[in-house]
């Protein structure tokens, strides 16, 4: 099982290097090209940094945000600038939308409903003026863009001189006397010699590599590798007189002390964590003076409760309708938004009148092709900039089907988002914009469209349906869609989707043709298969058919999007999405880190807040929970039934499979981890071994020091937030939320699965 789940992995191999980088230079590494580059460009190593991923992405252009930022229209939006949460996100967009003056911020499920009280609009008038305000105040006191901490060193602060050098590594934490190994000028400096001050006992000096010191070397990494020398009873008696390379830090210490006093009271930009804190990559003091996370006091029940009115979920399952979940992927602009604003006008779920007023408005500003995009994109600043942000689910059912969409955004800046779209969903419905060049910029490089479907592969997404998208524009030519079929098709193979899981079906979303009511054009007489919602309905059957046998038997677990408190005390509301067997109204569940169990008093399910009797797996849902605390939970927690144990933790062991990577990761290495929709900054503890990419029960190397481009191994990862632990399931315990990816400086590093 393990072996057949880790194989997986491989056939990314191939693949995901071409996503994002370039060839590299022979003669010189990577790592000193970017030196020299960068130093060239930027002579001072104080450089502000924007937070923006698309600036600590060297080989890029501007980005389209960046671009969006120079025209200057109007600031940018809160939701773009801030890496806020999912949930605060929703907060932030329900805050937006209640705030803004333009009354195309409709909120999405009022569109959705022809105007009835949808269930996000009732969660919305339960919120109180306090809450609101609290999460302003948060999400105001967020930070710019990132879903990955950063190194402390980027190669666009390099130093440029030995006194910079001294003073870069005094904000470092590095001990202030480094000796450098050949002379002081920039370009010749080759190596410097760095001692080991955390650890009393550890004197020597360290020969390190300039690039290393600079770029992916930490100070942890030299303690808790001297950490073990130090142990050795033999290096802790050399260590007790004085060597002559003290004698050397010590008149260094002194030489340099005036320097760093000087220097001590400056600020740089770059060691801001996300939270908005002074944040070091890797800071030993901090994690030995660490509290741990808060000790919670709820009482946990063990012994499940009976539901009130207890449903035959045999039966239950036999009748019900299907239901599925689809995340609308593909590269930026190529038509996700509109397609799916079509979709929900053609099923009926979005009035005429209100398309029609989307229309005049989105033509008010010059933006009339976008008014179907708008129906998902509700926030004024998605409309303005004609980007979607923010994950958007929206319900909708056809005559035997009940569909979940979510609307990731196609920018590279959003990935994170687009991660916990792709978290959300049984389908990965791709957005290809079949225009002329159009696909070749979405697929090449770095387009979206391969990241996206390596990202779904890498969560456990294993169906996709390809829109074949703008066929309009090529006036529905069958050798372009033959063409892109074909190339897909390779890439598909590569990243191990196996041919019958792959759908594809040409249509185009502005005009409608192919996608459930607009047949399609005579021009396009060589297509016989079913529109998009057909072929929708027909995958959905068979995953809702295998989800309904794996729901008897199987533990309930809900993956929480959000949480907010009603008006009554101990009592809260949560929705988010039944990963595995199913709940009914009286029962009690635990939720985790915090651990407290709570009674769900309702449950409530689609866009009019529809009471049921039972919700099961693969269904989105909102529980009304008595004896709840809201105040501890949070976006990513992890509900189950009382009588199955989900571990909390703060370190764990993986099987990683590394992608294509600009440096080494190595113990200590700080990354963003991702499980489902819980988002943690994390590092590397340990790096176990290095396996066999197809047997993972085959070690290749045990004494690992670093890891290297497409590498499978076992690593021990650590999270480095103190606050909280987070609920972890191995991978054998559950294949979705058993899954884990790392990104770092906004990209993919590695994906694998929690062992
Ligand atoms: N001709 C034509 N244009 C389309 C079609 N679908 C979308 N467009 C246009 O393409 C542009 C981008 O559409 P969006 O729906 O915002 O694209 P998106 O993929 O959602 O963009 P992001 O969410 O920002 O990644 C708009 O001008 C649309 O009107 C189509 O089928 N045919």
């Known amino acids: 099982m393990r072996k057949l789940l880790f194989a997986e992995y491989f056939f990314f191999i191939n693949t995901f290097h071409s996503v994002k980088l370039e060839t590299e230079p022979s003669t010189m590494s990577k790592l000193e090209q970017l030196a020299r580059m960068k130093v060239a460009e930027r002579p001072s190593h104080l450089v502000e ?43 932030a967009k329900r805050i937006n939308g209640s705030n803004s003056a333009a009354p195309s911020s409709t909120a999405r499920t009022d569109t959705a409903n022809n105007g009835k009280g949808s269930l996000h609009d009732k969660l919305r008038a339960m919120r109180s003026k306090a809450e609101i305000k609290k999460v302003a105040s948060k999400a105001q006191s ?54 080991c001050k955390q650890n ?5 000096l360290q020969k390190r590599k300039y690039g290393e010191i600079f770029s992916v070397f930490y100070p942890d990494v030299l303690v808790n590798t001297n950490k073990r020398k130090a142990t050795s009873k033999t290096a802790a008696a050399n260590f007790k007189k004085p060597s002559p390379d003290d004698v050397v830090i010590n008149a260094q210490n002194k030489a340099l002390t005036r320097v760093n006093e000087m220097v001590s009271g400056l600020k740089i930009s770059e060691n801001k964590h996300s939270a908005g804190e ?50 609308v992927l593909g590269h930026v602009d190529a038509g996700k938004s509109t397609l799916m604003g079509r979709l929900l006008y053609d099923v009926g779920a979005v009035d005429n009148n209100h398309i029609r007023k989307l229309k005049k408005e989105s033509e008010r500003i010059g933006k009339g092709s976008f008014h179907f995009a708008w129906v998902m994109d509700q926030t004024q600043e998605e409309r303005e900039r004609g980007v979607t942000v923010s994950i958007c689910p929206s319900d909708f059912e056809t005559a035997n089907t009940q569909f979940t969409i979510v609307d990731a955004p196609g920018h590279s800046d959003f990935v994170p988002n687009a991660i916990a779209g792709i978290s959300l969903a049984d389908i990965a419905l791709l957005c290809v914009d079949c225009g002329t060049d159009a696909f070749e910029s979405g697929f090449n490089l770095d387009g979206q469209t391969k990241e996206h479907t390596i990202l779904a592969r890498s969560m456990g997404v294993n169906r996709i349906v390809v829109a074949m998208n703008k066929m309009d524009t090529v006036e529905w030519y069958y050798g372009r869609f033959d063409q892109i079929k074909n190339e897909l098709s390779t890439f598909f193979k590569d990243v191990g989707f196996k041919e019958d899981q792959i759908d594809w079906v040409p249509c185009s979303g502005l005009s409608g043709e192919g996608v459930y009511k607009i047949a399609y054009p005579e021009n396009a007489s060589w297509y016989k298969g079913p529109t998009l919602i057909e072929k929708l309905e027909y995958v959905a059957q068979h995953i809702s058919n295998s989800y309904h046998n ?44 915090s651990e407290q169990s709570a009674v769900v008093s309702k449950i409530l399910v689609g866009n009019d807040a529809k009471s049921s009797h039972i919700v099961v797996k693969g ?59 819980c988002q943690q900054p994390a590092r590397v503890s340990k790096l176990v071994s290095i396996i066999e990419k197809q047997d993972p029960s085959k070690v290749i190397k045990k004494k690992v020091r670093h890891l290297g481009s497409n590498q499978a191994a076992i690593v021990e990862i650590e999270l480095t937030e103190r606050k909280r632990y987070i609920p972890i399931l191995k991978i054998k315990e559950n294949k979705r939320l058993g899954r884990i990816l790392l990104r770092k400086d906004g990209r993919t590093i590695a994906a694998g699965a929690v062992i």
């Open 619 to 677: 269904d989105f849902a909102t529980l009304r929970l008595r004896h709840a605390h809201v105040e501890d939970i949070e976006t990513g927690d992890l509900a189950g039934a009382v009588d199955y144990d989900v571990p909390v933790m703060r370190e764990f062991s993986t099987q990683l499979l590394t992608f294509k990577m600009d440096r080494p990761i190595l113990p200590g290495t700080s990354f963003m981890l991702f499980r489902g929709i």
């Open 142 to 195: 967020k930070p710019l863009v990132n879903d990955a901490p950063r190194d402390p060193p980027t190669s666009s602060s390099l130093p440029t001189s030995w006194d910079q050098i001294r003073f870069f590594l005094s904000k470092q934490n590095f001990p202030s006397s480094v000796i450098p190994v050949s002379d002081s000028v920039l370009g010749i400096i080759e190596a410097v010699t760095v001692p």
């Open 200 to 204: 009393a006992r550890c004197k020597k």
């Open 49 to 91: 940094k924007t937070g923006d991923d698309s600036n600590s992405t060297p080989n890029k252009g501007i980005s389209l945000l960046s671009k969006l930022k120079k025209n200057g229209t109007s600031s940018l939006s809160t939701e773009m600038r801030q890496p806020l949460s999912l949930s605060d996100r929703l907060k």
């Open 550 to 593: 794996e729901v008897i038997g199987s533990p309930f677990l809900f993956s929480i999007l959000e949480a907010i408190p009603t008006n009554k005390n101990e009592e809260a509301i949560i929705s988010g999405r039944v990963e595995s067997g199913s709940i009914q109204p009286g029962e009690t569940i635990t939720i985790y880190p």
């Open 278 to 327: 002074e944040w070091h990559d890797s800071d030993p003091e901090t994690l030995d003076n660490d509290d741990g996370p808060p000790k919670y006091s709820y009482k946990r029940v063990s012994i499940p409760t009976k539901p009130t009115n207890p449903v035959d979920i045999q039966k239950y399952l036999e009748t019900s309708k299907a239901h599925c979940s689809f995340v």
